[in-house]
């Protein structure tokens, strides 16, 4: 029995030991390399139409590179174009839609959130107004409303994210709590059938994404298992992350799901993420996301880094919420610039066109990305705790310089020895450049 327990003992030990000494920034990325396109970059403005009486600076299309567009809190979700039976309110989604197609960027449209003249249980309370969490009372009026926007929009929108961020009637500690959505699984996996039906009729391209889960893979896997799987084209997550080491653990966590679900050659979206700041004297309310932080530019600096992990671990695309916000944003209500958006413009120049190879960590909770961009290799790195990185130069190749994230002391710093590059490193990535050499 004491021998029984010993091997016991052992086999914990060595499987406790196995996963603290693992690699998770290598197994989020090994094997999925990919070229970094405009695609990739996601956004969502909430201000290209103002409301009524709304104190703020319209927003403005931006001079940066993004592909694709989500609508949410755009007030385009179905409450918004439908808020009485029978009456249909168009106008600030067409402009979203021209927006984006003026732009050349695709549109990911969120359905859901009922109106309450179609809820299910129209005095329930909602975030967005009584009603909108329930599923429809009748699935005739879903069918309708998913009919409307893909006839009227056709092409224009590519993609249709289910619902946003639901909650299960089914799963003990969702049920009664408040949310975007509050049914049952069986009501989401209904609603999924119906809109690729529909889609399936009038825009046969566009694809079905799952809801944009939130807080976990139980509810994606549960509903996958329940019949969704039969219905999407793509794996939607909304991957709110405290840090780098964070995010490669939720991606491994939702591809374990995709692949036993036998799913894993889905595309993998991160459809909404964003870091919230509140300032030294503010404190953190309940509802703050995961990566919430006391400040602008550190905010702006893991921004940087889950945008290059999520690249260089294959997600498809990377809706970044939002580009208006104060909290989490690029601008203010004002227009100003904040840090974000430096760094924003900065991370496309380093990613489009390039393609990851990988990442893996080193000492003091520091990461280092490869890849190539053209004739040119590339390492980008950073780290939690400041520290001094030695790099090997690749043979064949030369150190070229450097680039920061933004300009910084550190910048003086660096130093090529020995065939290595010292670097100082922090949480804002560094870029190194290196050139082939020439050969005769």
């Known amino acids: 029995m004491k021998r029984r327990q010993n091997i016991l003992l052992l086999a914990a030990l060595m499987a406790f030991t196995q996963f603290a000494c693992a690699d998770v920034y290598l197994d989020a990325t090994a094997g999925r390399g990919q070229e970094i396109t405009p695609a990739y970059f996601g956004v969502h403005f909430h201000r290209l139409v103002l409301r009524p009486q709304e104190k703020a600076v ?31 309110e168009f106008e600030r989604l067409d402009y979203y839609v021209h927006e984006a197609a003026a732009h050349r960027a695709t549109v990911l449209y969120t359905l859901g959130s009922t109106p309450r003249w179609a809820s299910a249980r129209p005095d329930e309370p909602c975030g967005y107004g009584p009603g909108c969490g329930a599923e429809p009372v009748r699935m005739g009026h879903w069918e309708e409303y998913v009919r409307r926007v893909a006839q009227r929009y056709g092409s224009r929108i590519a993609a249709y994210e289910l619902w946003n961020e639901p909650y299960f009637s089914d799963i003990a500690g969702d049920r009664g709590r408040p949310g975007f ?9 209904e609603m999924a059938r119906v809109a690729r039906k529909v889609l399936d009729d009038v825009s046969a391209a566009a694809m079905l994404c799952t809801p944009g889960f939130v807080g976990g893979a139980n509810r994606l896997e549960m509903f996958l298992a329940a019949g969704g799987k039969k219905y999407v084209q793509a794996i939607c997550y909304h991957f709110y992350s405290e840090n780098s080491s964070h995010l490669a653990r939720q991606i491994l966590e939702i591809r374990s799901v995709m692949k036993r679900q036998g799913l894993e050659n889905l595309p993998l979206w991160n459809t909404e993420t964003g870091l919230e700041v509140y300032g030294p004297g503010e404190s953190l309310p309940a509802g703050a996301g995961a990566g919430a932080t006391r400040s602008l530019t550190e905010s702006a600096a893991k921004m940087t880094q889950q945008l290059i992990l999520g690249a260089a671990a294959g997600l498809g695309r990377y809706y970044y919420y939002s580009w208006d916000s104060e909290r989490s944003g690029m601008v203010t209500t004002s227009g100003e610039h904040l840090p974000a958006y430096a760094a924003m413009a900065q991370v496309q120049k380093w990613l489009i066109g390039a393609t990851l190879a990988g990442c893996e960590s080193f000492k003091g909770a520091g990461v280092m990305c490869g890849g190539n961009k ?42 090529v020895a020995d065939g290595k590059v010292l670097v100082p490193v922090g949480q804002p990535p560094v870029l190194l450049w290196f050139d082939a050499t020439e050969t005769k």
Not at 63 to 78: A, C, I, K, N
Not at 382 to 399: D, I, L, N, S
């Open 58 to 88: 319209r927003t403005q299309w931006p001079p940066l590179t993004f592909g694709t567009v989500r609508l949410w809190d755009s007030v385009t979700r179905w409450a918004d174009i439908a808020p009485r039976a029978g009456v249909w």
């Open 181 to 189: 959505y509050t049914g049952s699984i069986f009501n989401m996996v």
């Open 374 to 415: 053209g004739s040119r290799h590339f390492k980008i790195l950073w780290a939690e705790v400041p520290a001094t990185q030695a790099v090997t130069v690749p043979r064949g190749f030369r150190f070229a310089g450097q680039e920061m994230l933004w300009r910084s002391a550190q910048e003086s710093r660096l130093r």
